[in-house]
């Protein structure tokens, strides 16, 4: 499956985004799709992820609350809502695909990756 992340943006603090990432290929609502970012001088971090039908979620602390993850599988899509951001919020997010579900606790890195979205948040 290919991955075409986009939404990122510049807002203030305080304010929303919404990320999308477009899913081609067959397999989509096969694929637990999920969110991670990187920060600039930082490793990549878990953001959340959503099951195959949608009824499952799982987010990092740092954004529960916060952050919501959802999926249309008639179009090919995971969302990722983002309020009440906040500077440490800034990072490039990527969306994430794999067969198997992922989380924060999982070793081994999902198997398909977008390219990446530049969120940065300003104080």
């Known amino acids: 499956v290919q991955l075409q992340a986009s939404g990122g943006g510049l807002v203030q603090a305080g304010g929303s985004l919404r990320l999308s990432c477009a899913a081609s290929g067959r397999t989509f609502s096969k694929s637990f799709m999920g969110w991670f970012r990187q920060a600039p001088g930082k490793e990549r971090e878990f953001v959340s992820v959503?099951?195959?039908?949608?009824?499952?979620?799982d987010y990092a602390d740092s954004v529960k609350g916060r952050f919501t993850i959802s999926r249309d599988n008639a179009r090919s899509t995971v969302y990722l809502q983002m309020n009440n951001l906040a500077p440490e919020d800034t990072a490039v997010y990527y969306c994430?695909?794999?067969?198997?579900?992922?989380?924060?606790?999982?070793?081994?890195?999902?198997?398909?990756w977008g390219q990446g979205t530049q969120v940065t948040v300003s104080s």
């Open positions: 994430a695909a794999d067969s198997n579900w992922f989380n924060r606790f999982t070793t081994t890195p999902p198997s398909h």
């Open positions: 959503i099951s195959r039908s949608g009824a499952s979620t």
